[in-house]
């Protein structure tokens, strides 16, 4: 029987990013169980939107401006028009959610924290969203930091923690097939948008050295690149470096399973996380990880059963470990398969949105 309910996800860009690929992991996987599941985006569309289900309604808001009220009423008229139940507001986007609320009040609004940098939550500017919170039926909190967080700071009882999931049918409309380069079987790859809190520079350096010991191994860096001073000093240090031979950059690709089926081991070197998806995405394609030990990746990774963890900032350590699975190919196996097994049992679709739908109708729905 299909759950009654009716739901939106909302979401700023669909460029890709956590965020932005949760909002779609949610209108696929509610496509399928619930009434009525719609993705509507505000200010930006971007690549995610070819992996959108042709189940899953959609809506581009073309939102121009701080308030945006053409934007915001087109949007009321889809809610009033499919009798959506609930905005599931993603990110930043809480504050069209809320324009709507005030023009027609019968609508719920949760809100979906996926704030990276939970290690620094003291330094969050968040007056507008502590205001904007009492209009909140519900908050999800992507970690236990995020949610101890918000149920201190935020106007809103009703807060739960739901992991990241993978969803795990493709839909295949128009995907590009990226070719990655260098050898085939020696590729490191990292998904991670070109942000300092993804801290390449680690990566680099890294990098720097396998090309001196291993110089058959490239490392592929995929993800948005945001043409910002970041992104400048990352690839001026490339060619300081004299590294155009060993780390590539893609920008943001929409065919992450190609990409992933091309690479042997997949690295995040982050100084601040939430839970990635990325690295949900490694798992599911058996890839053998290693990470920085921050945010709730140490939940998702047990060191040499499900991936390899180093502290963040230390290179050398990164370095030592990963010639270590360089050099083991069947161990990089028995991390692969330890790690998409715990992300079937734990992280799939089926198990999160089960606890994501008893949630509403148990505690937000019900008054």
């Known amino acids: 029987m299909t759950n009654p309910l009716r739901i939106v996800q ?20 509610l496509s399928e169980v619930i009434s009525f599941s719609a993705l509507i985006a505000t200010r930006k569309e971007g690549a995610l939107k070819s992996q959108l289900s042709d189940k899953a309604a959609y809506l581009f808001l073309n939102k121009q401006g701080k308030l945006g009220l053409k934007a915001v009423w087109t949007f009321r008229k889809f809610i009033k028009r499919h009798q959506v139940d609930v905005i599931h507001a993603h990110s930043t986007s809480f504050f069209t959610a809320v324009l709507v609320k005030l023009t027609y009040p019968k609508v719920k609004i949760i809100w979906h924290d996926h704030y990276g940098n939970s290690e620094f939550l003291n330094k969050r500017n968040s007056f507008a969203l502590r205001a904007l919170s009492v209009f909140f039926e519900g908050i999800i ?11 201190s700071n935020l106007k809103c009882s009703k807060v739960i923690y739901l992991p990241n999931f993978v969803y795990f049918k493709e839909t295949n409309k128009n995907l590009q097939q990226t070719q990655l380069e260098g050898v085939s079987g020696k590729r490191i790859i990292c998904l991670a948008n070109l942000r300092a809190q993804k801290n390449h520079g680690m990566l680099l ?29 990352l690839h001026q240090e490339i060619l300081d470096r004299h590294l155009t031979e060993h780390v590539f950059v893609y920008g943001s690709r929409n065919d ?35 990470s920085t030990s921050v945010g709730e990746i140490p939940t998702v990774l047990t060191h040499k059963e499900t991936g390899i963890l180093i502290p963040a900032g230390d290179a050398d350590a990164f370095y030592t470990e990963l010639v270590l699975l360089i050099e083991n190919a069947s161990f990089r196996d028995y991390l692969g398969k330890n790690l998409h097994q715990h992300i079937i049992n734990e992280y799939s679709e089926e198990a999160v949105v ?13 008054q």
Not at 14 to 21: M, P, T, Y
Not at 144 to 149: G, H, S, T, V, Y
Not at 213 to 230: N, T
Not at 354 to 366: E, R, T
Request: aromatic letters at 10%; proline letters at 2%; a negative charge.
């Open 10 to 29: 909302l979401i700023d860009s669909l460029e890709a990013g956590g965020a932005e690929r949760m909002a779609v992991n949610y209108a696929n996987t």
């Open 205 to 233: 350096e890294v990098a720097t050295r396998l090309k001196e010991s291993h110089s058959d191994w490239s490392c592929h860096l995929v993800g948005k690149d945001f043409e910002d001073d970041y992104s400048r000093w």
């Open 141 to 151: 909190s992507v970690n236990i930091p995020l949610k101890n967080w918000a149920e």
């Open 354 to 366: 089960h606890k994501y739908l008893d949630w509403l109708l148990q505690v937000v729905i019900k």
């Open 256 to 290: 992450v399973g190609a990409i992933l089926n091309q690479s042997d081991i997949a690295v995040l070197t982050s100084q601040s996380e939430g839970l990635p998806v990325a690295l949900l995405e490694y798992g599911f394609y058996k890839k053998a990880v290693m």
